[in-house]
């Protein structure tokens, strides 16, 4: 059964950092991994997805980067601003089926 | 980008009355949607997937006369609670997607509260 962690659960930072977020998964045989971000009582917004066959994928200040075989995904966030404090999260899928597994999420708050 | 609507945002139920939530994707067709459900701070949990046409597909230790979803259109999917308790009291999210080669789009979500 895969499972998908994310470490740490909660990061602050000053406002103006780089920060990375790290989402890290046990079967390394993914379809594909998205990054979503959840503001609080909202739903989710997608930010990126990386196929499998991809090692990053970039979003303006966003970046994202896979490893399968070693079952890591880092985000990384340029120039951070008060405006992306939210939880993050990521979502593997598998080859068979469509279904998604979350991480347990990061959440964000950025220190103006 | 592609747009899903999720409504009501949020519903204040008596114990034992029903309570049906719609998934819309506006600007796609979608053969396949999932409802999510998540507790407080916690990460989401994959209640069921609805397939246009057909019946539901349920994850285990979910109870699929508890929660009915139908998949009417290819733009509508609900899910309705029935007899709702206050321990369905949840959020629920919904998702969409054109393909899986693109990413996966969600609704608002839908605060349940059952008093």
């Known amino acids: 059964k895969q499972e998908v962690t994310q470490i740490p659960a909660a990061l602050s930072v000053p406002e103006g950092e780089n920060l990375v977020l790290n989402c890290s998964f046990t079967?390394?045989?993914?379809?594909?991994l998205q990054w979503f971000r959840q503001d609080p009582g909202k739903g989710l917004t997608s930010l990126l997805l990386i196929q499998s066959s991809q090692r990053e994928q970039t979003s303006g200040r966003l970046n994202a980067s896979l490893d399968k075989s070693s079952g890591r995904s880092t985000l990384y966030i340029a120039a951070s601003q008060p405006g992306d404090s939210a939880t993050y999260l990521c979502a593997v899928e598998p080859f068979g089926n469509e279904k998604l597994t979350f991480g347990t999420g990061t959440r964000l708050t950025i220190i103006p | 980008g592609a747009v899903v609507s999720q409504h009501p945002s949020r519903v204040i139920c008596k114990s034992g009355t029903s309570v049906k939530i719609e998934c819309r994707s506006l600007?796609?067709?979608?053969?396949?949607m999932f409802w999510y459900r998540q507790f407080p701070k916690q990460s989401l949990m994959l209640m069921a997937t609805s397939n246009e046409g057909s019946k539901a597909t349920y994850e285990q230790g979910v109870e699929k006369d508890k929660f009915l979803i139908n998949h009417a259109s290819l733009t509508l999917s609900t899910l309705t609670v029935t007899s709702a308790h206050p321990e369905d009291s949840s959020f629920y999210i919904c998702?969409?997607?054109?393909?899986?080669?693109?990413?996966?789009?969600f609704g608002q979500g839908t605060r349940l509260t059952v008093v």
């Open positions: 079967d390394s045989a993914i379809y594909n």
């Open positions: 600007d796609f067709q979608a053969t396949t």
């Open positions: 998702s969409a997607r054109l393909d899986r080669d693109t990413e996966a789009f």
